[in-house]
């Protein structure tokens, strides 16, 4: 909890495991006599991250942060973080939009450039062959069906299977 | 005794046959890569043999079957000390301290240690497993979802001895992961819960994405970022990464992990339900709760990932005896192995020994002979997965994002599954950049859902007695077990504050 500035961090998560302890009440299934109703277990759960929240904050309070060595930590690069956490979460955006094989080509290329390759036809050459490479892998001899895209670009995927012979 | 050596003869002739032979090859070649994917689980390769078990005679199907079982389970521990990315769940302790070994360029020795501990483990387990199958049947037998439920409660208990930063904080995480396993249609009515009408929340959030996001992308947005020491070069260099085998004096000193990690696996695997995860947190709770240095765990400590490692593959032959003397199968492997003696007419149980004994001593030396094949196609394998250490960092990276994504979208051809990858992949890096400990959410997630199966089970069939788990001596054991493990570090600083005063 070194970063969160003292007990806001557990806090927060208690509020809203009390708001998840809430919403338990609210499922829509009157339990059968005698038995446990769909709510107990998870309520059960809650009010443990509760306490457990509640034994950090004091832990806090006591400035005793107990247990292990905190990682060394250095200061990270924002532009880095920000760019790869875009791509994260971009290829799953765009994957069905443009299919896999020009998502995933896109991908690596991206990535590769931000983490430090500098050299263009390395580059490319990796993302395009690296992306063929799976295809025939996970398509061909998996049978695994990966995002085609939509649209043209489905369109577009069938047509680079067919010339790939993976279909 | 001696009818058991003739019998185990006649399996060694059999076994040795060129097709039963080439299946072990085969199977253990198929687990370890299986294993070793993210993703691509050990028990999906047996299902997708099954199909081609149609044609064989039912002993080569089964050799096949028990070595991708026996290499599912070890395969996860190469990619997780290589690239910090376990296998499968059961990996993930080895990946602790195996992945640190790593970092300090002791990869030849992690990789050498894992190979050898699993390959003791399982080999020890199958002599076991033919010498001790019909009374450790017996005792298993008599365990009921009271005694599963303890024995979750001992792996769930373990996050004391796993958590690094604080008891507090490892608790919090657990409770987080053990919420997290409570969304989704919840089994006994039938309802969806903590969906909040978002469509592929209702099916649940399955472990798989948790792990390979919390752990892949997670160190990987964490290197890239540059906030750890040494980031983007901190693994071993590539040519120290090949596997080299412990010596017979290292390996008699970690006599004793390799010991608690056999007993561990064993009863453990033993209990229908439990398996090898189970019994990998456990052993390696366990084994740092002896440890005179238990402050030194998880920073690439031999005794945790010797221990750990043992006991999953030794939960291979455990699982076996269940399945062999009861015809109870206790795990979905082993579930999948009493579908394909049933494809072949025979059903397992108690008269197995008697009417199949040919069959069934073929399997317990196929097993011991997997396990030690196992030294060198895990040496093998080691090796060729160590190659892509020599791929530069930016390339690795890209690619390991790119294999969660497969990985995440096979579990069920969802791209809901990739969302959540992804997303636990940015909360991973968070998590580690605010010194929250990753392990006991994913211990959490993947046990959580089993711990209130068993419990509210428990409570129909006794009405609501919660006394049940402690009449019961094995649950009461089991149970006081655990609690002695969430209580130790308490109990251990006040001894330690009150020693301090008296000096």
Same mark, same amino acid.
């Given at each position: ?40 277990? *998870? ?103 990966? *995002? ?20 | ?7 185990? /003869? ?18 253990? /070649? ?377 990985? /995440?979208? /096979? ?93």
């Amino acid at each position: 909890m070194r970063s969160l500035p003292g007990a806001i961090g557990p806090a927060l998560i208690f509020l809203a495991g009390a708001g998840l302890f809430a919403a338990a009440g609210r499922l829509p299934v009157v339990p059968v006599p005698g038995q446990l109703g769909p709510d107990f277990w *998870p309520r059960l759960v809650l009010i443990g991250l509760m306490a457990s929240c509640v034994l950090k904050i004091l832990e806090v309070a006591r400035g005793r942060e107990g247990g292990g060595e905190p990682t060394a930590l250095l200061p990270l690069s924002r532009p880095k973080l920000a760019g790869g956490m875009a791509l994260v979460l971009g290829y799953p955006a765009l994957a069905p939009l443009l299919g896999f094989p020009l998502t995933t080509s896109f991908f690596l290329l991206a990535f590769m450039r931000l983490a430090g390759t500098r050299r263009p036809l390395p580059l490319l050459v990796t993302a395009l062959l690296g992306t063929v490479a799976l295809l025939y892998l996970f398509v061909k001899v998996v049978y695994l069906p990966l *995002p085609k895209g939509a649209g043209v670009m489905e369109d577009f995927t069938i047509f680079l299977y067919r010339l790939l012979r993976i279909f | 005794m001696w009818e058991t050596l003739a019998n185990l /003869a006649a399996g060694l002739a059999a076994s040795l046959e060129p097709l039963n032979f080439l299946m072990i090859l085969v199977g253990l /070649a198929i687990g370890i890569v299986a294993g070793a994917l993210p993703g691509i689980t050990m028990l999906n390769s047996i299902v997708l043999v099954l199909p081609f078990t149609y044609l064989m005679e039912i002993v080569p199907s089964l050799l096949l079957m028990t070595s991708i079982y026996i290499g599912g389970v070890f395969g996860g521990s190469i990619t997780g000390i290589l690239f910090n990315i376990p296998g499968d769940p059961m990996n993930v302790p080895t990946t602790w301290e195996g992945y640190q070994l790593n970092k300090k360029g002791q990869v030849r020795l992690a990789l050498g240690m894992a190979i050898m501990a699993s390959a003791i483990g399982g080999f020890l387990s199958a002599l076991i497993l033919t010498f001790a199958s019909p009374p450790f049947a017996k005792v298993a037998l008599t365990f009921s979802t009271v005694e599963y439920f303890a024995v979750v409660v001992l792996g769930l208990a373990s996050v004391v001895v796993i958590g690094q930063v604080s008891v507090a904080g490892a608790l919090m995480s657990l409770f987080a992961g053990m919420f997290l396993g409570t969304v989704g249609t919840e089994a006994q009515y039938g309802i969806t819960r903590f969906a909040f009408g978002i469509k592929f929340l209702e099916t649940g959030i399955d472990f798989v994405t948790v792990l390979i996001g919390l752990f892949a992308i997670g160190e990987v947005l964490d290197q890239l970022s540059g906030s750890k020491a040494g980031a983007g070069g901190d693994a071993a260099a590539p040519s120290t990464s090949r596997a080299r085998l412990p010596s017979p004096r290292q390996l008699w000193a970690l006599r004793g992990s390799i010991v608690r990690g056999l007993g561990t696996g064993v009863v453990i695997g033993a209990i229908p339900g439990a398996g090898a995860t189970v019994a990998s947190f456990v052993s390696y709770g366990l084994e740092k709760q002896v440890s005179k240095e238990p402050e030194r765990f998880g920073t690439g400590v031999l005794e945790g990932l010797t221990a750990s490692e043992t006991s999953v593959n030794a939960s291979t032959g455990g699982a076996m005896i269940p399945l062999l003397t009861l015809g109870i199968p206790g795990s979905g492997a082993t579930a999948v192995m009493m579908g394909a003696f049933l494809l072949h007419g025979v059903q397992p149980g108690p008269l197995l020994f008697s009417k199949s004994p040919h069959e069934v001593y073929t399997i317990f030396v196929g097993m011991l002979l997997a396990n030690l094949i196992m030294i060198v196609m895990g040496l093998l394998a080691a090796r060729s997965f160590a190659q892509l250490m020599k791929v530069p960092e930016p390339i690795l990276a890209a690619f390991i994002i790119t294999f969660c994504f497969i990985g /995440a979208y /096979a579990l069920r051809n969802d791209m809901a599954d990739v969302w959540l990858t992804m997303l636990f992949g940015v909360l991973g890096f968070f998590m580690r950049r605010y010194n929250l400990p990753i392990p006991p959410l994913i211990l959490g997630v993947i046990l959580g859902p089993l711990a209130e199966q068993y419990f509210l089970t428990s409570m129909v069939s006794y009405g609501n007695d919660v006394t049940v788990f402690f009449t019961r001596p094995v649950s009461a054991a089991v149970l006081l077990t655990s609690a002695g493990l969430l209580l130790w570090p308490a109990l251990k600083g006040w001894l330690a504050r009150r020693k301090a005063l008296r000096v």
